[in-house]
């Protein structure tokens, strides 16, 4: 087991050792590139003065939250001075001149940026090989097949593999229809998506603008809690910031519930799954049962709805959202005669085939004549989704479900479209409706892979939400 | 040849709302800055940027609600107009579509006596796009995006007008209103108020022809030529045995012709959709109801006060009225003196006016003279300088050259209102004249102007007209 945030920050406090010490363990690491798991690792130079400013705040007793905790921030959170590429060739000298407000939380609490972890192509993707910067390798190895190379899942496929391979203590990711849950389950971490409106998207490299969250993936539920405390704030310069009152989500997090939980198993969420699946909902089951704690079955009506609406919905607002990389005013242009065709060649050659077949299906689904059948349609159909989340929530405290279909694939086996999106199918559901989840290891599977489960909470609830979760990795921890 | 043809107009006029920040950005909202100066990250697309709402955009489009008769919807959304150009940094527009803020609303027009009733089918809220400047050099286009993002009410008519002098005075009107309750300095010439024509033509009562739009329109001369050209235009190949086709116009201002920019057939499909970086618009009666004192006096219920309280002619009053600063300066001297408000306002459309127009001036350059203004027609009126004076003295009054009291002095303007003075002048002016006097008494009315005059020159101009009028009468009828 990885070194928790609370256990570093006592070995800091204890002297056992320093800042800039634990920061070069994690920038080894990070900077050995086995895995690809960074587009750029943050020169040391460029880190001196906080980790002197850290050491300084240990040194005089009192360090902020998050004091000197090396991070890795996946390439969609703009970063002042530092490149921030999606992944894209066409972002790929694009240096911000500003902060997002998530990273800036972070670094309020005194944590210290590894660099910048590859993703999928502005987060399309499920396995991290739409990166314009190559394909994440897996930590982890089938062990019937040790040579296979295989995804991290995706699209916060670098984060979720620089946890995992020890390059940084905790991750910013980001989630619009999985991309922190799904890569956290294929990596044997944990990954938290928030409710939407928790963690302002000011600064983030828009994808899909009502569904895109910031949110952390970690070694512990306890770290989730620790970087949730720091990024889960009201930001005025997102409209879409809830200005909620926030709580403390360390406070309780090792306490057992007060009162009796119930928790709903989706059945049809269980339909056609293999064994090593369906082990993960019984391990999990088992555990917290011990905790006195009561499992339903509850149904869905709305499931087998979820993709479509989904692949519609996102790769809409994704259509617009990417409208602004033109080449005109920053990122990569390439020249042509007239102006469309600097459009067209920027275009075409900065974008990979997973954005431009987004951006296709997107301007499609709002074209005129279309628009009713499909987007109009499809917002019909997240209302109902929503609704049926809401009627289960009235039933049910959480609901768990698997958090993946299946463990880790080889890289390049996936090559039609369908299936990799089918990687999304539980955790699609949870975007649309704007619910928090978060997905746990909860065992391996035949060939030795980390699979995850994932638990759904109410809006806002991610207090007990992380409280559960909590308590099921006490009994569902494996060793590498 | 187009006696038994008649045009068939509606307008989208854009309005530049006054805001001191832009709608979705708190960049400055100006006019006339260095290129590109005012343009924050939000202005300039940067990737991860998110508009926020500026209500105030709500609140002066609220107050134009009241203002042209709109229902005022507690519900509308902003929307995305997904277009490709280097002056629209987001490749989105976000703009009001499916539900407006203001629907159905309406103004009357004057045309000739009559007034007639030009409806409104809704006006919404929308960021104006940058400026693409394409004469600096041959090679090379340039982008200012100051303008991106400056709010616009875009306040769409229904097809109520029929004639150029109709589409003119819907927009005067407009703009008059628009001015009025403050939520647009209305300056066409900064592009502050623009419109779009669309026109058709049929034969009198014939179903509607197909329109041309004819856009960016932005000024009364443009407009009117325009409107000109394209009715005869269409009319021609009607009657050559053509057909109209639905296109976009640009109005040419150098040929005063209009060409055609794209056919219907390559229009864009702006595939609008909800923004999803915003929140609807949810209002309450409470908040709308809170905007309805601010809306103030229009100009219609300013001129029916003009008639009724101060017995003001029409004509006059219309003039007052026709801006809000000649009305604010109007009451503004009301205020300040015991003048009487009709002598004002005969000054104020005459002498006063003319100064402002001679010297270019703007109205508003005078608010800080009307004490003066008044004191000077104090003056005039209570007989202490004659007219004559009073309209020697008013551009150095304007002119800031001395107060009114002084300038009399200075000037030696004062009249001779001592009477034992003017009796004396009046003798010296009699003397001599028996034959005049007899002519008087025996009915003649033009001798007394004779001698009122002579008195007049003989005080060099300073002498009362007034009491030497009624002196002359006693002196005479003896």
């Known amino acids: 087991m990885k070194n928790s945030i609370s256990q570093i920050k006592k070995a800091l406090i204890e002297k056992k050792i320093s800042v800039g010490e634990l920061y070069d363990e994690y920038l080894a690491k990070a900077k050995s590139g086995n895995n690809n798991s960074f587009n750029l690792v943050i020169d040391r130079d460029n880190n001196i003065s906080s980790i002197n400013d850290s050491q300084n705040r240990y040194d005089n007793g009192n360090p902020l939250p998050l004091d000197g905790i090396p991070l890795g921030i996946k390439d969609l959170f703009c970063t002042k001075g530092i490149r921030t590429t999606a992944s894209s060739k066409i972002l790929s000298n694009f240096i911000p001149n500003y902060e997002s407000f998530v990273t800036q939380q972070l670094l309020n609490d005194g944590s210290i940026f590894i660099g910048k972890n590859n993703c999928d192509e502005f987060a399309m993707g499920s396995s991290n090989e739409t990166s314009y910067f190559g394909p994440v390798i897996n930590p982890w190895k089938n062990k019937n097949s040790q040579k296979d190379n295989l995804v991290p899942g995706g699209s916060s496929g670098g984060s979720a593999a620089a946890v995992a391979e020890g390059s940084c203590v905790a991750s910013m990711g980001t989630d619009t229809g999985g991309s922190i849950r799904q890569p956290a389950s294929l990596c044997g971490i944990v990954g938290l998506k928030p409710t939407f409106g928790s963690c302002s998207r000011w600064g983030i490299v828009a994808f899909a603008s009502s569904l895109d969250q910031a949110g952390p993936l970690t070694n512990c539920v306890e770290d989730a809690a620790y970087v949730l405390n720091s990024i889960n704030k009201h930001d005025f310069n997102d409209s879409t910031s809830s200005n909620h009152q926030r709580e403390d989500y360390l406070v309780d997090i090792n306490n057992s519930f007060e009162k009796k939980i119930k928790i709903g198993i989706p059945s049809d969420y269980l339909e056609d799954v293999s064994d090593d699946i369906l082990n993960q909902i019984d391990n999990t089951k088992k555990a917290l049962s011990k905790h006195g704690i009561e499992f339903v079955d509850v149904k869905f009506k709305t499931t087998e709805y979820a993709l479509s609406t989904y692949y519609i919905l996102a790769p809409a607002e994704a259509s617009s959202n990417l409208a602004r990389y033109d080449g005109i005013r920053y990122g990569v242009r390439e020249d042509g005669e007239s102006l469309d065709d600097i459009y067209l060649n920027s275009r075409t050659k900065g974008f990979g085939d997973e954005v431009t077949r987004r951006i296709l299906i997107g301007a499609y689904v709002l074209s005129a004549g279309y628009y009713d059948a499909y987007y109009r349609q499809a917002q019909k159909v997240r209302r109902l989704i929503k609704n049926d989340f809401q009627r289960i929530l009235n039933e049910v405290d959480f609901i768990l479900t698997p958090t993946t279909p299946n463990e880790a694939f080889k890289i390049g086996d996936k090559l039609d479209p369908i299936s990799m999106y089918k990687n999304d199918i539980y955790t699609v559901p949870t975007s649309l409706a704007g619910l928090p989840g978060i997905s746990i290891p909860s065992g391996l599977s035949k060939n030795g892979l980390p699979l995850g489960v994932q638990f759904i909470g109410n809006y806002f609830e991610e207090k007990s939400l992380l409280q559960l979760a909590a308590l099921a990795e006490k009994e569902l921890s494996f060793n590498e | ?478």
């Open chain 2, 1 to 478: 040849m187009s006696n038994n043809w008649e045009m068939v107009i509606g307008l989208e006029v854009h309005a530049q709302l006054k805001t001191s920040s832009k709608l979705f950005s708190s960049s400055p909202n100006q006019f006339g800055s260095d290129p590109n100066e005012n343009v924050n990250f939000i202005d300039s697309g940067m990737p991860g940027m998110l508009p926020v709402m500026n209500f105030g955009c709500i609140e002066m489009a609220i107050k134009t609600g009241y203002a042209l008769n709109f229902n005022i919807n507690k519900h509308s959304v902003f929307e995305r107009k997904n277009y490709f150009y280097p002056d629209l940094p987001q490749g989105y527009q976000i703009s009001q579509f499916e539900f407006p803020i203001l629907s159905e609303g309406y103004i009357n027009i004057e045309t000739g006596d009559n007034q007639k009733k030009i409806r409104i089918e809704r006006a919404h809220l929308e960021q104006d796009a940058g400026k693409s400047i394409h004469d600096i050099d041959p090679k090379y286009s340039f982008i200012d995006l100051n303008r991106v993002g400056t709010p616009l009410l875009e306040i769409v008519s229904y097809p109520d007008l029929s004639s150029a002098d109709e589409v003119i005075n819907y927009i005067s009107s407009l703009r008059q209103l628009l001015m009025y309750i403050d939520v647009c300095d209305g300056n066409m010439q900064e592009g502050s108020l623009r419109a779009d024509v669309n026109l058709s033509v049929r034969k009198k009562g014939q179903e509607l022809g197909t329109r041309c739009e004819i856009k960016n329109l932005n000024s009364f001369k443009f407009i009117k030529q325009a409107i000109e050209y394209e009715f005869q235009r269409q009319i021609n190949i009607i009657d050559g045995g053509g057909e109209i086709e639905q296109n976009t116009m640009l109005f040419d201002t150098s040929t005063g012709e209009t060409r055609a920019m794209r056919s219907k057939e390559f229009s864009h499909d702006y595939r609008y959709f909800p923004d999803p970086d915003l929140l609807p618009v949810n209002l309450s009666q409470e908040q709308i109801d809170k905007i309805k004192p601010l809306v103030g006096e229009l100009p219609q219920d300013k001129f029916n006060k003009y008639l009724d309280n101060y017995s003001l002619d029409k004509d006059i009053a219309k003039i007052i009225i026709a801006e809000k600063q000649n009305a604010n300066l109007f009451e503004k001297m009301i205020s300040e003196s015991t003048v009487k408000p009709k002598f004002i306002a005969a000054w104020l459309v005459g002498d006063i006016f003319a100064f402002i127009k001679e010297n270019n001036l703007e109205v508003n350059s005078l608010n800080d003279k009307t004490k003066d203004i008044t004191d000077l027609l104090r003056l005039i009126s209570d007989d202490v300088i004659s007219n004559k004076a009073g309209k020697e003295i008013l551009p150095k009054v304007l002119n800031g050259e001395g107060k009114p009291s002084e300038l009399v002095k200075e000037l030696g303007l004062e009249q001779v209102s001592d009477s034992g003075e003017l009796e004396k002048v009046i003798d010296e002016a009699l003397v001599g004249e028996e034959e005049n006097i007899l002519k008087f008494q025996g009915g003649s009315d033009r001798v007394l102007g004779y001698f009122v005059g002579k008195c007049l020159k003989a005080t060099k101009g300073k002498g009362n007209p007034k009491l030497i009028n009624k002196i002359l009468l006693e002196r005479l009828k003896k």
